[in-house]
């Protein structure tokens, strides 16, 4: 069993950053490959980024792509998200997620264990 704890949401202006944070529990993070989905009010749960278990290959979704950046501390069992340059269509409560495949995954079902999710809002 995993437990994903995200932080670092928060209100921020449009073109403003944010780096979101994934602590998780257990010492088999590097087991799991680890994504980052969001969900706006009405909307279906989407894609962010995803990373591989090392951490060497990363996957975005086009909406993000040369904004966002993913990244993990194995040592520290904790996943980030980097994003800048944000603006309101950003705006979602971000989630965390792993998943025991080798390979990076962009679908929710794909993923094994989620958080509890953390509120990002951008004005404009």
């Known amino acids: 069993q995993v437990q994903l704890v995200e932080s670092g949401g928060g209100l921020v202006q449009a073109g403003g950053s944010l780096r979101l944070s994934c602590a998780t529990s257990g010492r088999t993070f590097s087991s799991y490959a680890m994504g980052w989905f969001r969900q706006a009010p009405g909307k279906e749960r989407e894609f962010v980024a995803a990373i591989s278990r090392s951490g060497g290959y990363t996957y975005y979704a086009d909406s993000v792509k040369g904004r966002f950046t993913i990244s993990r501390d194995n040592a520290k069992s904790t996943v980030y998200l980097q994003m800048n340059s944000l603006k309101p269509e950003d705006t979602a409560v971000y989630y965390c997620?792993?998943?025991?495949?080798?390979?990076?995954?962009?679908?929710?079902?794909?993923?094994?264990?989620w958080g509890q999710g953390t509120q990002v809002t951008v004005s404009s």
């Open positions: 997620a792993a998943t025991y495949s080798v390979v990076v995954r962009t679908k929710p079902y794909e993923y094994n264990y």
